[in-house]
Nanobody, 118 residues
Framework: HVQLVESGGSSVQAEGSLKLSCSVS????????MGWYRRAPGKERELVSS???????NYADSVKGRFSISQDIAKNTLYLQMNSLKTEDTAVYYC?????????????WGQGTQVTVS
């Protein structure tokens, strides 16, 4: 059984920074990688950033230049460094691990951590 547990969410003022962490009980995502998603109030869940085991990173346009995803596979931990936070970054942030099911799909999810920017 694979578990993902996020931490690091908090309330912060605009232009502040936060670093989210996602601890993974067993890393099974080498083929497809992991990512951070968020769901803002009244909005659909969106992909914020993703990273593959080879280090390839992708970012949503709204966070490019402000957020940075990283991982320490040896420690089974995924990170999201968030700088220059804006009120529109307020959301519940989820980490997710993708596995191959004929294509890569985010089948494993954490419980989420709240980020509030005011």
């Amino acid at each position: 059984h694979v578990q993902l547990v996020e931490s690091g969410g908090s309330s912060v003022q605009a232009e502040g920074s936060l670093k989210l962490s996602c601890s993974v009980s067993r890393y099974i995502f080498r083929r497809c990688g992991m990512g951070w998603y968020r769901r803002a109030p009244g909005k659909e869940r969106e992909l914020v950033s993703s990273i593959k085991s080879d280090g390839t990173r992708n970012y949503a346009d709204s966070v490019k230049g402000r957020f940075s995803i990283s991982q320490d596979i040896a420690k089974n931990t995924l990170y999201l460094q968030m700088n220059s936070l804006k009120t529109e970054d307020t959301a519940v942030y989820y980490c997710a691990g993708s596995i191959w099911i004929g294509y890569c799909a985010p089948n494993y999810w954490g419980q989420g951590t709240q980020v509030t920017v005011s």
